[in-house]
């Protein structure tokens, strides 16, 4: 029999140990929420920035389950009041009236669709190639496509288009914010949010008073009349609530910053993995991977645990509900203290 040296059976015993040695948050105390959840009968299989595509077809809107079937194989990205959206891996984008449940459109776009907004008559795309454009549904024509620069991986999260008044603003796959006016869309302005070559894609989008809001799973940056501000971290996700903005980091931190990127408020949980975030009424939520919800007091100072069951299928936050595995749960009916 060969010999083994002494050498090789420790970097083995490293190996081995080093496979077998991550570390959960295992809180001291938790408490249940069974008095506030209830089953919606089916699963969530895929995630937009703005809701969720359910095993059944639905989808599950800011709003909440929405009765309408987005078809087989396509996945729900966002919505109007008066239409959704939703797209295949064949590049087609599907506009349904919500009225009659009906598809009124199926743009052929030929590259899958990683986010889209929509806006009155107008959608705002943008594909997996880093191509944008603009789309008018009452005369089914496209007004402008456009490709930023090549990007080689991205984040499974990617932020919808905000329209802003008159304005569009696409979220690019390569760190960046393109605003276009669709009236006028040669003449667009850029917003460089990060300039590295992968996992940069912008994640979240949002508008807060006149301030806008954004990020790439790295940079945290606030935009107004005064300027840039940027935060750089490992983002998990970013909400806004009472005009502070929460960042979760995938270190287990949950800060709070006024729109200056200031730090107000900080907290850690050790080993924690955020699978789902939010903020909203002056309360603070974050689930663990594990299935622990941790809901805390605005300033982050007062918190409790409640013990959800292992995180099995994505979880979604909206409307002040968590849907998770099967089962919505109230989020607004558990307190902190």
Known sequence: MKKISLVALSLAALFFSGCTSKQYFEPKETFSASNVSHSFGSSIVDLSR????LKNGQYIGKQGISGIDVGENYRYLSESASYALAANSEGVLKVIDKNTKETVRAIALHIPVVSAGIQND?????????AFG?????????IFESRSEETFAIDTRAATPMFIDNLAVMPMLDGKLIIVNPADPENAKVVYISSAKAFNN?????????TMVSATPKTLITLDTEGKNEYRANISE???DKGYIYLFTKEGEIKKFNTNLEEIAHNK???AHFSASAAFDGKVYALDQQGSLIV?????KKYKIYDLGSVKDPAFITGKKLYKDGDVIELSKLGYN
């Open 50 to 53: 703005d809701g969720a595509t």
């Open 238 to 240: 970013v909400s806004v």
């Open 122 to 130: 107008i959608i705002t795309y943008v594909l997996n190639n880093n």
């Open 269 to 271: 949980f050790k080993f």
């Open 296 to 300: 805390l007091s605005g300033d982050l």
């Open 202 to 210: 912008v994640m979240y989008l949002s508008r807060m008073d006149n």
């Open 134 to 142: 603009i789309y008018e549904i009452s005369n089914n024509k496209k």
